[in-house]
């Protein structure tokens, strides 16, 4: 079985930094596009962070210089490291892949694989 296992999310205070990380299972991480993705009231499979198959990145505007996303091969795992946390960063994280050899984007159909989430809450 091919999966993403999500972990790290917590409950934080405000500006609090915060890493996550998603572990490929049975799933190669390298080479793909992959990307973080969010869901909260009001916000259903928003992009946040995502990474190319060449390892270049894109981000939502809003997180663009408190969130950075990386993929460590050796480890098999896409990280998403967040910095000055806010209250409306609080949701349900998600870690998407997709095809081997292909940019990411913001895009929910892209993506054939998903983890189950892992929660964070931000209290300001």
């Known amino acids: 079985v091919q999966t993403l296992v999500e972990s790290g999310g917590v409950s934080v205070l405000a500006v609090a930094s915060l890493t996550l990380s998603c572990k490929g299972a049975g799933l190669d991480v390298d080479q793909r596009a992959m990307g973080w993705f969010l869901q909260s009231p009001g916000k259903e499979g928003e992009g946040v962070a995502l990474?190319?198959?060449?390892?270049?990145?894109n981000y939502l505007n809003y997180v663009k210089v408190r969130f950075t996303v990386s993929r460590d091969t050796a480890k098999n795992f896409l990280s998403l490291q967040m910095s000055r946390l806010l209250p409306e960063d609080t949701a349900m994280y998600y870690c998407?892949?997709?095809?081997?050899?292909?940019?990411?984007?913001?895009?929910?159909?892209?993506?054939?694989?998903w983890g189950h989430g892992t929660q964070v809450t931000v209290s300001s």
């Open positions: 990474i190319h198959w060449t390892d270049g990145t």
């Open positions: 998407a892949a997709g095809k081997r050899f292909e940019a990411a984007h913001f895009s929910t159909s892209q993506y054939n694989f």
